[in-house]
């Protein structure tokens, strides 16, 4: 990339920044009395702005609508907003006066949710496709239910990698149809990674507080990391998918993606719980859901005495972080540091087959789950003018302008589409998956009594998706050669994000490495 280009880039998105905080409702100053920042504003810190009248739902409302005209017409983080969140924010004003009970933590917050995520409103829910524009949901799915019952405003709907990136090895991460090419506000031709790079991008760059992201295989960390933020993958079935376009329902995960520990948690606390509409799944995760909730683990000393295991390959060759073995090594020694033991250099059994979606099953298994799961959610829909991955692969085919069909193809739709279901071919390769996980992760934690798997960067993402485990990205760095933002990424066993919350929030705040995609306050790691 040449220097110069990325100036460039730089500065128009500074210029763009600039112009949207200076003309906010026409005076930050005045609305905003410059004590309270709106710019990287937490939950905690919006609603206490709440409480002492420093700011209204309406304005904060306003303040994301207006970031979002600024910058999307360039980032393309945002496929569409919701017409009626301002007179929801005005309600929520109302009630904040009229009510004097406490209101759920996200009372009045704006949320923005991947487009993959059912809304029963006048948003769209398309997974970035135009064949599904204009179809009817019957409900709003589950965490969407969760997070209004907690008083969360749904700002609108953030851009995906069209079907979890699922159509063709061709698509650029990033790239749907609908809401055209997500672009990384760090760096010029930065992937701004996928399948959640919407619900990323928008938040790194504060037009919206907080966002929902789903993962089937790296589509919450992965951008998470790609965009500076924190992306928290639950234990599959901890939230419900009910409502959410599949995927595979055997891996897949609604989880936050936002710009601090403490906010992914707040979220968690709204959207996790038992769902008849997604049974098996729910039943067997809604153990794991401590008493009072998950907000109780964002302890600074989360770190004291956890026992961390390091995996380094092949996981630092997969980060492309310039120097990321002595990058790593200065992590590790700040985990020491805040207390607890780290065990360096341990390795995951046959981790070259779980990476191999020929040899482990994943391949067999995930494009027979996702036409019959497709199907299916394809089929209860109020009115769709698809109804079937076929209709869907035809609609593609006759409009190709629209899908770019000619440019970027649907060979995995038509491998997809030419499966039979789950048959012993299938059964096989996901009791392959099951044994890889349990004979390979699971056998290193528990023989190294391990409260978490540390790695740098999202490349483990795999190793966790074919088990149904947990994972939380945080900041950790931007690549010196270029600006690129990088994580370190927390995983365990199922259950276990009590544990993996701690660990993360004490590396965060020991640490506090996320900037805002300013280009002069990029720091070198």
């Known amino acids: 990339m040449a220097i110069h280009s990325t100036l460039l880039f730089s500065s128009i998105l500074l210029l763009l920044f600039l112009i949207s905080f200076n003309n906010t409702n026409g005076n930050c100053e005045q609305e905003y009395h410059f004590n309270f920042n709106i710019e990287e504003a937490t939950i905690k810190d919006i609603q206490l702005a709440f ?8 304005q904060l409302v306003d303040f994301y609508l207006h970031k979002i005209e600024t910058l999307n017409p360039v980032l393309r983080g945002v496929i569409e907003v919701n017409p009626d969140v301002r007179k929801q924010a005005d309600e929520a004003d109302k009630q904040r006066q009229i009510i004097k009970k406490k209101l759920g933590s996200l009372h009045g917050i704006p949320v923005l949710v991947k487009d993959s995520i059912a ?22 799915a589950t965490v969407v239910e969760r997070l209004k019952n907690d008083g969360a405003l749904i700002l609108g709907k953030a851009s995906m990698s069209e079907w979890y990136h699922f159509r063709s090895f061709s698509i650029p991460d990033g790239w749907s149809a609908r809401s055209g090419q997500g672009v990384n506000p760090y760096v010029e031709g930065g992937s701004p990674c996928g399948s959640s790079s919407g619900s990323a991008i928008s938040v790194a760059a504060n037009m919206v507080a907080v966002s929902l992201g789903t993962e089937t295989d790296g589509s919450i960390i992965c951008p998470a990391e790609y ?25 897949d995960s ?19 719980g038992f769902d008849i509409r997604d049974l098996e799944a729910t039943r067997a995760a809604v153990k794991f859901i401590p008493a009072g909730g998950y907000k109780q683990f964002l302890n600074e000393d989360g770190l004291k005495g956890k026992r961390l295991g390091v995996v380094r390959h092949p996981f630092l060759a997969l980060s492309d972080v310039y120097q990321a073995d002595a990058v790593l090594t200065g992590h590790l020694q700040t985990l020491r540091q805040r207390g607890a033991v780290v065990l360096d250099n341990l390795e995951i059994p046959n981790i070259d087959v779980v990476l191999d979606p020929n040899q482990s099953g994943a391949e067999v298994a995930l494009l027979a789950e996702f036409k019959l799961s497709l199907n299916n959610y394809l089929a ?44 012993e071919k299938e059964r096989k390769a996901m009791a392959m998956m099951e044994k890889l996980s349990e004979d390979g992760f699971e056998k290193l934690i528990i023989e190294n009594e391990l409260d978490a798997l540390v790695t740098l960067g999202s490349g483990v993402s795999t190793v966790l998706a074919i088990g149904g485990y947990p994972a939380i990205i945080v900041p950790a760095g931007y690549n010196s050669t270029n600006g690129m933002p990088f994580g370190l990424c927390f995983g365990g066993v199922k259950g276990s994000e009590p544990k993996l919350i701690e660990i993360a929030y004490s590396f965060e705040q020991a640490t506090m490495i996320r900037r805002r995609p300013f280009p002069n306050s990029i720091p070198s790691f």
């Open 380 to 423: 209860e829909l109020v009115t769709s003018p698809v109804r079937s991955l076929a209709e869907i692969i035809a609609f593609n085919q006759n409009n190709p302008e629209l899908e770019r069909s000619k440019n970027f193809g649907q060979e995995i739709f038509i491998a997809a589409e030419a499966t039979k279901g789950i048959g």
């Open 119 to 140: 809304t029963k409103d006048k948003l769209n829910t398309t997974a970035g496709s135009y064949a599904l524009l204009g179809s009817e949901v019957r409900r709003d």
């Open 227 to 251: 965009n500076a933020v924190v992306g928290l993958k639950p234990t599959v079935g901890l939230t419900s998918r009910a409502g959410v376009i599949p995927l595979s329902p055997r891996q």
């Open 254 to 272: 609604v989880g936050p993606i936002c710009r601090t520990v403490s906010d992914a948690v707040y979220v968690l606390d709204s959207i996790v």
């Open 51 to 58: 409480a002492q009248n420093k700011l209204t739902s309406r």
